[in-house]
């Protein structure tokens, strides 16, 4: 199983930013995705999640009205689509896996991280 992500940068306050987590390996429509983010000096943290399967989507409240979850089961890929940025949202960012499970933030539950991509929102 393999979780990649990708389309980080930097970018600046009030800027978009779209991430993408293509999964391979594992049945796509059985699991749930979310992204968390660990910013300098701070303990990581969930931002948004999508149940593959039955599309229930949640946002963590520093996510809500700024950032979209969505997902392609033709190309098992995970988005994360990210507006009006601020430099509080500079952090790596995780896409995890968790094999048929609703929507949770609890880092133990999820099977499978991707390696993680850099988000730098410049003020």
């Known amino acids: 199983v393999q979780l990649m992500e990708s389309g980080g940068g930097t970018v600046q306050t009030g800027g978009s930013l779209r991430l993408s987590c293509e999964a391979s390996g594992l049945r796509f429509g059985d699991y749930s995705i979310a992204w968390f983010r660990q910013a300098p000096g701070k303990e990581r943290e969930g931002v948004a999640c999508?149940?593959?399967?039955?599309?229930?989507?949640d946002y963590e409240p520093s996510a809500k009205g700024r950032f979209t979850i969505s997902s392609d089961m033709a190309t098992n890929t995970v988005y994360l689509r990210m507006k009006r940025l601020t430099p509080e949202d500079t952090a790596v960012y995780y896409c995890?896996?968790?094999?048929?499970?609703?929507?949770?933030?609890?880092?133990?539950?999820?099977?499978?991280w991707g390696q993680g991509i850099q988000v730098i929102v410049s003020s």
């Open positions: 999508i149940n593959i399967g039955d599309g229930d989507k």
């Open positions: 995890a896996a968790e094999e048929a499970g609703f929507c949770t933030y609890v880092e133990r539950r999820y099977d499978f």
